[in-house]
C-alpha cells in the first residue's frame, strides 16, 4: 500500500537557525497536505499543495511539491521558539478524505 | 462552532472490554476519519467515511468497527480491548471544495488498555 516517509525523526536547533524536514511518498500524490502539532495537542492544517513543482509560502516558512509529485519539504527560516511542535506531512491519491500520514519530524529550539 | 468534538478525553479500560469513542462535528462536513496516534509512527488512518452510510477501511483498522448514520457523529468502537490499542486517538473531518482535503482535528481521546 502507499507508504509516506518523513525524515529527519527529531531536530533541535538553536533559536535563529533553519530547519528542514522531507517527506516522500512511494506513490504519486493528487496532492500533499502539512500539518503542525504543539505538544499536548491536536494537529492543525498548515498548507496544501497540488501541482507539480509547486512552492508556497508563509511568513518564515516555505513548502515545495517535487516534479514528480512524490516528495515534498517544509523549510523553516531563522526558527524561533513559537515553532517548537511536530511537523507532519500527508499524502492524498484523490480517494476521498483519505490521507496517509508521515511519521512526523519533531523540532525542538533553544533559545 | 465548536468544530470537531471528541469524548471522552481520557478512558483506561481493561483488556477484552468493549468501549465506544465518540466524536461529532457541526460543520456539515462530509469526510470523516479516525487517526491512532504512536510515538514514532505518526498517524495512522483507521477508518474513513465519505458521507453518512459509507465507510471504508484505513491502515490499521482490525480491532475496530466505525458506522455513519449521520453526517454530523462517526463513532469508533472497540469491540475487545487490547493492550495494543493504548494510544492516542484523533477524530477529523473534512469538506472538498474545489479540491481542498484540508482535515479538521478533535482534542483527542488517550485510551489506556491495562
Known amino acids: 500500500g502507499q507508504q509516506v516517509m518523513q525524515i529527519p525523526q527529531y531536530q533541535h536547533v538553536q533559536e535563529g537557525e533553519d530547519f528542514t524536514t522531507y517527506c516522500n511518498s512511494s506513490t504519486t500524490l493528487s496532492n500533499i497536505q502539512w500539518y503542525k502539532q504543539r505538544p499536548g495537542g491536536h494537529p492543525v492544517f498548515l498548507i496544501q499543495l497540488v501541482k507539480s513543482g509547486e512552492v508556497k509560502k508563509q511568513k518564515r516558512l516555505t513548502f515545495q511539491f517535487g516534479e514528480a509529485k512524490k516528495n515534498s519539504s517544509l523549510h523553516i527560516t531563522a526558527t524561533q521558539t513559537t515553532d517548537v511542535g511536530t511537523y507532519f506531512c500527508a499524502g492524498g491519491n484523490n480517494q476521498g478524505g483519505k490521507l496517509i500520514f508521515g511519521q512526523g519530524t519533531e523540532l525542538s529550539v533553544k533559545p | 462552532n465548536a468544530g470537531v468534538t471528541q469524548t471522552p478525553k481520557f478512558q483506561v479500560l481493561k483488556t477484552g472490554q468493549s468501549m465506544t469513542l465518540q466524536c461529532a462535528q457541526d460543520?456539515?462536513?462530509?469526510?470523516m476519519s479516525w487517526y491512532r496516534q504512536d510515538p514514532g509512527m505518526g498517524l495512522r488512518l483507521i477508518h474513513y467515511?465519505?458521507?453518512?452510510?459509507?465507510?471504508d477501511q484505513g491502515e490499521v483498522p482490525n480491532g475496530y468497527n466505525v458506522s455513519r448514520s449521520t453526517t454530523e457523529d462517526f463513532p469508533l468502537r472497540l469491540l475487545s480491548a487490547a493492550p495494543s490499542q493504548t494510544s492516542v486517538y484523533f477524530c477529523a473531518s473534512s469538506q472538498p471544495g474545489q479540491g481542498s482535503y484540508e482535515q479538521y482535528f478533535g482534542p483527542g481521546t488517550r485510551l489506556t488498555v491495562t
Open positions: 467515511s465519505v458521507g453518512a452510510g459509507i465507510t
Open positions: 460543520m456539515n462536513h462530509e469526510y
